[in-house]
């Protein structure tokens, strides 16, 4: 089975940087997905690692290391609108299994 | 036009009633998925199906039924709804073509069981 974990808060500053953390456990890895969700709308998709190291998309970059089942999300130059859920998820036979996500919270 | 429709997006319901969520998509893919989303449990898989002949449990399945109409087509049924199934439900469609592809997800229905 997948056990997923990451925090469930965190806040921050416009402008600053967040990192959300996410480890994981599974039998058989196959890549790593993150997931943003604004509250009430459906996740929609950010990254997915399969290697090891770090991928960058704009303002959004995601890390994986497979030996530490480890992934971090980090979000630079924060916006308001960055104001979400942040959600890892795992492969698992096909599917995915997902973290119960990581709520961020940009102030002004 | 959205490639992942869910109706309703929203529904107030009683005890013991036969509720129907209904999902269908224009992207063309063969896997389509349930979830329920909880506040602090994130997304649980209910069912799935990756093609018109295959339906699988996921993990939360007791309570729920499924059908795959057509490829484009995949509705969920609560046969008799209990207020532990408000929640909001999510159906998904992923290509399947190769190896672990992303989820698009329908933008959610929201269901109340009183």
């Known amino acids: 089975g997948q056990n997923i974990d990451q925090p469930t808060e965190m806040t921050a500053t416009e402008g600053a940087i967040v990192q959300i953390n996410c480890t994981y456990q599974?039998?058989?890895?196959?890549?790593l997905f993150w997931y943003q969700q604004h509250a009430g709308e459906a996740p929609t998709f950010l990254s997915y690692?399969?290697?090891?190291g770090l991928e960058e998309k704009g303002r959004f970059s995601s890390f994986l290391s497979r030996s530490k089942g480890y992934s971090y999300l980090l979000l630079k130059e924060l916006q308001m609108k960055d104001s979400a859920s942040y959600l890892c998820?795992?492969?698992?036979?096909?599917?995915?299994?997902f973290g119960a996500g990581t709520t961020v919270t940009v102030r002004a | 036009d959205a490639d992942v429709t869910q109706t309703p997006r929203n529904r107030i319901t009683k005890t013991g009633k036969r509720i129907m969520l209904e999902c269908s998509q224009t992207?063309?893919?063969?896997?389509m998925y349930w979830y329920r989303q909880d506040p602090g449990l994130g997304l649980r898989l209910i069912y799935y199906?990756?093609?018109?002949?295959?339906?699988n449990k996921g993990e939360i399945s007791d309570g729920y039924s499924v059908s795959r109409q057509a490829q484009a087509k995949f509705s969920l049924s609560l046969e008799s709804a209990i207020p532990n199934q408000t929640a909001l439900y999510f159906c998904?469609?992923?290509?399947?073509?190769?190896?672990?592809?992303?989820?698009?997800f329908g933008p959610g229905t929201r269901l109340t069981v009183l």
């Open positions: 998904a469609t992923s290509s399947g073509t190769s190896g672990y592809n992303e989820q698009f």
């Open positions: 599974t039998s058989g890895f196959n890549g």
């Open positions: 690692n399969v290697l090891d």
């Open positions: 998820a795992v492969p698992n036979d096909y599917k995915l299994s």
């Open positions: 992207k063309g893919h063969d896997r």
């Open positions: 199906s990756f093609d018109v002949k295959d339906i």
